[in-house]
C-alpha cells in the first residue's frame, strides 16, 4: 500500500487530487493539507511513502523550501510537484531540492496516478523536452542566471537585493536585463514580466 499526503491551497483541488488517488486499490490518502509549510512536520511524523503538492502561483517558494525540509528531515519520502503553471524554470528548481517527478496540470488525466504509482516506486518522471517546448514558449531561451534575475524581479526585488543575492554589479544586471530583452524582443523588462506572468510562464521565488 502506498500512503500519501496531498497538500494545495485551493480546497476544490485538493479534494479531487485526494478522491482520484483514493480510489486506486494500491492507494491510501494520509493526510490532506492546505499549507506547504506544514508537509516537514507531517511527514516525520506519518512517514508517508509518497508526498504530493500542487503548486501555485503563490505557492512556488514555499514549495521549494519545504521540499527541501522534507528531504531532510524524511529523505525516503518521494516528493511528487503537480502544477498549472507553465514556468518550466520551475523545474529545475524542483530538482535542486530534491524533487523526484513533475507534472502539468495538462497530463493530469492520464498521468496522475501512473506519475503518483511510479514515483514511488522509485522512478523519477520530469516532462520531456518536446512537452516543455508545447508548455511554455519561453523554455530554454534563457541562462540559468537570467531566469534567477526574472524571478528575482517578478519578486519586485531592488536591484541592490539582486545584486546582493546573485553576486552581480549594477552593469552586470544591466547586461542581463539587455540580453533577455534583445532574446524575448520586448521593449521593456515590465512588459516581458507582466506577459509570463499572465501565461503562467514565470512565478517568484
Do not use: W
Not at 502561483?57 to 514549495?63: F, I, K, N, Q
Not at 512537452?131 to 526585488?157: H, I, Y
Amino acid at each position: 500500500m502506498v500512503h500519501i499526503v496531498v497538500v494545495s491551497r485551493q480546497n476544490l483541488i485538493r479534494r479531487l487530487i485526494a478522491d482520484c488517488l483514493a480510489a486506486q486499490k494500491d492507494f491510501e490518502v494520509a493526510a490532506v493539507l492546505e499549507h506547504e509549510e506544514e508537509a516537514p512536520g507531517v511527514c516525520e511524523s506519518l512517514r508517508p511513502d509518497l508526498l504530493l503538492f500542487d503548486v501555485a502561483l503563490d505557492g512556488v517558494r514555499s514549495a521549494l523550501s519545504s521540499s527541501a525540509a522534507v528531504k531532510k528531515g524524511s529523505p525516503a519520502v518521494k516528493i511528487m510537484f503537480l502544477t498549472g503553471l507553465s514556468d518550466s524554470s520551475l523545474i529545475a528548481d524542483a530538482r535542486e531540492r530534491g524533487v523526484d517527478s513533475f507534472l502539468f496540470y495538462n497530463c493530469v488525466q492520464e498521468g496522475l496516478v501512473t506519475c503518483a504509482r511510479g514515483t514511488a516506486g522509485g522512478y523519477q518522471i520530469y516532462p520531456s523536452e518536446e512537452m516543455l517546448r508545447q508548455t511554455d514558449p519561453f523554455a530554454g531561451m534563457f541562462t540559468r542566471r537570467e531566469v534567477k534575475l526574472l524571478c528575482m524581479l517578478c519578486s519586485s526585488r531592488s536591484r541592490e537585493e539582486i545584486g546582493a543575492a546573485l553576486a552581480l554589479s549594477p552593469s552586470s544586471i544591466k547586461g542581463c536585463v539587455s540580453s533577455i530583452l534583445n532574446k524575448t524582443g520586448y521593449g521593456s523588462i515590465s512588459q516581458l514580466l507582466s506577459h509570463m506572468l499572465s501565461r503562467g510562464c514565470l512565478a517568484p521565488r
